[in-house]
């Protein structure tokens, strides 16, 4: 009776996987009817061809001050997750408290190109805003993956440890040890996407590789973009040489803060005014102990949601759930290149190669590139958010298919991939993608600055009419949001019962 139950009950598990991947799949398609997916100009080709001759000849000798800039965008990375990583772990061993857990939620759900927009306007743009543009958010995503890292480690020595020991040696002897691979191979995933975010940041004027990606391309200098974008993806592969030991993180965080031009002029009056006046409603700003400035707030509030929260909030929405689903399909093609099960070791290495210029590459860089060719829609967004995030699960997929094992008469080509392979992996891809979700609405509301009515065009604008409290509100809204499609995508994964532990979520460069 026992075996037929199982049956039964792993029949019940595959159906919700196929009902909820085809209700997913069904409400992307439907969501198509209202996005903006309209060819804005009716031949690209010139301007296709135009950007392919640029990256088929980089010139890397006139592009000015470009060591500055590489250095300052490895910089700006290296202490933001020098200061976010032990301050993620402090914050991870105390995530067992719900206050912890909703501040860590809160500064993660913010993106740091509006960290950003926020701290320039107290930092200017000082080496200090980069830094803590990365730092803040990065603290929130470190205490979650430390936290559930150090719950799923093997807990025997922690447990036998004598009562009244000293806590700090008990963690050290005792826990860390044996989280310690994954914490520190999370912590170099993390340096990874901290190299991009420092690079996006130069989209808002902080001197990166992004500053001279967006003026190059402004001006048609397609082949200094090129190098560029170039320079940015062999220093994503020299990551994992340049910290190939943790000895030398100190060394290189000393020559970083001693490389950045810190200048600094913090202005106590213009911080209490920045508080006190301009992120104020601005009806509360002269008499808010006037029931009338109370009544103007309400309708102040009102406009600004129906006018912009709620259509930048739909379109945020539309635009991430259309492009999680496609970087789903995205990764189900490309896992195959990079496993063992169907490629040989040259071919794998060939797809690595592949996979991880393609993550390497942001997409506010890669929307930006093709808002040139198509034009402002919501396409180019899509296309950029599936390319880049297609290529990390299709990472993880691929790792999670090499630990299959086939019988020796196991079928070949498509019939292994469909029938073999794919079944096994299918719930571990599903995690993945569900996870990715939260990434993809972060990264789909900045995409806004560049002219995509998501929440990122409303908070833009604000900051470029100089009115911080809209901002201020329209930012809360974009962090509201994010808390709750992280809450539905963990309600998700629980239901599916599916298992999506931090250590399986980190992608490695190509070693094989």
């Not at 006190?276 to 009102?302: C, F």
């Not at 970087?327 to 099960?341: C, E, K, M």
């Not at 949001?481 to 994964?493: C, E, G, I």
């Amino acid at each position: 009776m026992i075996v037929p139950h199982r049956r039964r009950r792993a029949r019940s598990s595959a159906g919700r996987l196929l009902q909820t991947s085809i209700g997913l799949l069904g409400l992307a398609l439907l969501l198509l009817l209202f996005a903006d997916i309209e060819l804005q100009r009716p031949d690209p080709w010139g301007e296709l061809a135009a950007i392919g001759w640029g990256l088929l000849s980089p010139d890397f000798w006139h592009i000015e001050q470009l060591p500055q800039a590489l250095f300052n965008t490895l910089a700006f990375a290296l202490l933001g997750v020098a200061l976010s990583a032990p301050t993620g772990l402090l914050l991870a061993l105390a995530f067992h408290w719900r206050w912890v857990r909703t501040l860590c939620a809160f500064v993660r759900s913010i993106h740091e190109l509006f960290w950003a927009l926020l701290l320039m306007q107290l930092l200017g743009l000082s080496p200090l805003t980069g830094v803590l543009a990365i730092a803040i958010p990065y603290s929130g995503i470190f205490a979650k993956i430390f936290a559930e890292i150090l719950e799923e480690s093997d807990q025997r020595a922690w447990k036998l440890v004598p009562p009244g020991s000293d806590p700090l040696s008990a963690f050290c002897y005792s826990r860390l040890p044996q989280a310690w691979p994954h914490l520190r191979s999370y912590t170099r995933y993390r340096l990874e996407c901290a190299l991009r975010s420092s690079a996006v940041l130069g989209f808002i004027g902080l001197p990166t590789l992004g500053f001279h990606l967006e003026s190059a391309f402004n001006q048609g200098l397609y082949s200094q973009s090129a190098a560029l974008i170039y320079l940015l993806i062999v220093l994503v592969f020299a990551l994992r040489w340049l910290f190939w030991h943790p000895a030398t993180v100190p060394l290189y965080c000393l020559v970083a803060i001693l490389w950045l031009p810190w200048s600094l002029t913090f202005d106590l009056g213009l911080v209490w005014h920045l508080l006190s006046q301009e992120l104020l409603p601005a009806p509360l700003r002269e008499q808010p102990w006037q029931a009338q400035s109370w009544l103007n707030l309400y309708d102040w509030g009102s406009v600004l949601i129906q006018q912009q929260a709620l259509p930048g909030l739909f379109n945020t929405l539309i635009l991430s759930i259309i492009a999680t689903v496609a970087s789903g399909l995205l990764a189900l093609l490309l896992f195959p290149l990079i496993s063992s099960q169907f490629l040989r070791r040259r071919g794998r290495s060939c797809g690595h190669l592949l996979l991880v210029s393609m993550r390497s590459v942001p997409e506010l860089i890669l929307a930006f590139v093709l808002l040139l060719v198509i034009g402002p829609s919501m396409l180019p967004a899509i296309i950029a958010l599936a390319l880049h995030n297609g290529a990390i699960i299709g990472h993880l997929i691929g790792q999670a298919s090499d630990g299959i094992l086939l019988r020796v008469d196991a079928c070949f080509g498509l019939n292994r991939y469909l029938f073999e392979v794919l079944p096994r992996i299918y719930r571990q891809f599903l995690a993945f993608t569900l996870y990715r979700w939260e990434v993809i609405l972060r990264e789909t509301a900045i995409l806004g600055i560049l002219g995509i009515q998501t929440l990122g065009f409303y908070i833009d604008s604000a900051f470029e009419e100089l009115r911080f409290d809209r901002a201020l509100l329209l930012i809360l809204v974009t962090a509201f949001l994010n808390m709750l499609v992280d809450s539905s995508a963990r309600w998700l994964r629980l239901r599916l019962n599916l298992s999506d532990g931090p250590s399986t979520l980190i992608p490695t460069h190509p070693t094989r």
